[in-house]
T-cell receptor, first 112, second 111 residues
Framework: DGGITQSPKYLFRKEGQNVTLSCEQN?????MYWYRQDPGQGLRLIYY???????QKGDIAEGYSVSREKKESFPLTVTSAQKNPTAFYLC???????????FGSGTRLTVV | KQEVTQIPAALSVPEGENLVLNCSFT??????LQWFRQDPGKGLTSLLL?????REQTSGRLNASLDKSSGRSTLYIAASQPGDSATYLC??????????FGQGTRLTINP
């Protein structure tokens, strides 16, 4: 079945550590996105990528980094510079804006 | 800048009722409008996608309409069931590269 796989489902990080969230899609979509969801704040865009080896900052990119070395993969690294990383992270992909977006099942990151 | 508003923030109705969820947006230059469902702790499940040239889409008991001129979309749920309880999110595009989401409507269907 085609879709987006996010792993792990739950992730715990100690303060000062970098962690990487995985996002893999087998939909052959060109564009991929990372969103952060916090209670009462809705979804906010972190980074997006339209093609391999190219990506752009979203609205809240500070403290995050991404790479897009393969069409299928768009990992997100939450660095120690992100002051409040505890949140639910969602990855999405799209073939083009006309055809909508598919989301993964999310990763819940908790700082301990 | 695109802004999306969903009203009401929460809704509780008895099973079997028909209901309407509302979504408004400020910029009519959109590619599409998409409705999602989110269960607690889960990802987003796409319900309906309306492209900018379309007026409505239907899937089973769900019907979504789009009026770009007024900046509004509605999601109609017929004969509601307890399994419909979830948060419903609408989102639309800002330019060709960004999605903007509403805050969602938390729906509870009481048996």
């Amino acid at each position: 079945d085609g879709g987006i796989t996010q792993s792990p489902k739950y992730l715990f990080r100690k303060e000062g550590q970098n962690v990487t969230l995985s996002c893999e899609q087998n939909l052959n979509h060109d564009a991929m996105y990372w969103y952060r969801q916090d209670p009462g704040q809705g979804l906010r865009l972190i980074y997006y990528s339209q093609i391999v080896n190219d990506f752009q900052k979203g609205d809240i990119a500070e403290g995050y980094s991404v790479s897009r070395e393969k069409k299928e993969s768009f990992p997100l690294t939450v660095t120690s510079a992100q002051k409040n990383p505890t949140a639910f992270y969602l990855c999405a992909s799209s073939p083009s804006p006309l055809y909508g977006y598919t989301f993964g099942s999310g990763t819940r990151l908790t700082v301990v | 800048k695109q802004e999306v508003t969903q009203i009401p923030a929460a809704l509780s109705v008895p099973e079997g009722e028909n209901l309407v969820l509302n979504c408004s947006f400020t910029d009519s230059a959109i590619y599409n409008l998409q409705w999602f469902r989110q269960d607690p702790g889960k990802g987003l499940t796409s319900l309906l996608l309306i492209q900018s040239s379309q007026r409505e889409q239907t899937s089973g008991r769900l019907n979504a309409s789009l009026d770009k001129s007024s900046g509004r979309s509605t999601l109609y749920i017929a004969a509601s069931q307890p399994g419909d309880s979830a948060t419903y999110l609408c989102c639309t595009t800002q330019g060709a590269q960004k999605l903007v989401f509403g805050q969602g409507t938390r729906l509870t269907i009481n048996p």
